[in-house]
């Protein structure tokens, strides 16, 4: 089994739908990251949490929310899903540290008609 | 600001041929530099990364060595498989920091 577990790998939803991807963790970690990632763009970074009580914001928190549940669990919601939101989402985990290394998910497709 | 920039792809191979992509940062102080891979249908994986300036990060037969008088962080590989065809992100974690900067990706396709 994955370490790092994203769910739904894949969804196709309507512009103004509520949507949630999951990811999971069996790594231990306390550092949890969201990323979309966009062709030419790289990964750019949306959330990231490192501990349940402590949520902060990336360079693209806007249109999105997060909720972290457990030490284990990190949810990144679309209130009202627009076009431009169509993009591979990324989980990430971390142990910390300047050099700390970050363990994906497999990533989440998201289509936004 | 922090940021990277790598060389644009996509990047064609023939079967050990030697490789190099480049990766150039701009960031203060001393951060540190990783290569990531995405293999097809993945997520992304650590291949290499180095910590302060000389330092020379490998795995799997690839090899980047932090400049820091360059400001630059190249991959390369002496004789490429096929098996090495993937997407390459160049990153850069500035000291303290939270969090990662990627490059845009560079995609390796390796012809037998």
């Known amino acids: 089994d994955a370490d790092v577990t994203q769910t739904p790998r894949n969804r196709i939803t309507k512009t103004g739908k509520r949507i949630m991807l999951e990811c999971s963790q069996t790594k231990g970690h306390d550092r949890m990251y969201w990323y979309r990632q966009d062709p030419g763009l790289g990964l750019r970074l949306i959330y990231y949490?490192?501990?349940?009580?402590?949520?902060n914001k990336g360079e693209i928190s806007d249109g999105y929310s997060v909720s972290r549940q457990a030490q284990a669990k990190f949810s990144l919601s679309l209130e009202s899903a627009i076009p431009n939101q169509t993009a591979l989402y990324f989980c990430?985990?971390?142990?910390?540290?300047?050099?700390?290394?970050?363990?994906f998910g497999e990533g989440s497709r998201l289509t936004v008609l | 600001g922090n940021s990277v920039t790598q060389m644009e792809g996509p990047v064609t191979l023939s079967e050990e041929a030697f490789l190099t992509i480049n990766c150039t940062y701009t960031a203060t102080g001393y951060p540190s530099l990783f290569w990531y891979v995405q293999y097809p249908g993945e997520g992304l994986q650590l291949l290499l990364k180095?910590?302060?300036?000389?330092d020379k990060g490998s795995n799997k037969g690839f090899e980047a060595t932090y400049r820091k008088e360059t400001t630059s962080f190249h991959l390369e590989k002496g004789s490429v498989q096929v098996s090495d065809s993937a997407v390459y992100f160049c990153?850069?974690?500035?000291?303290?920091?939270?969090?990662?900067?990627f490059g845009t990706g560079t995609r390796l396709t390796v012809i037998p």
């Open positions: 180095a910590t302060k300036a000389d």
């Open positions: 949490s490192f501990d349940v009580k402590d949520i």
């Open positions: 990153a850069l974690r500035k000291a303290g920091a939270n969090n990662l900067f």
């Open positions: 990430a985990t971390s142990s910390g540290g300047s050099t700390g290394e970050l363990f």
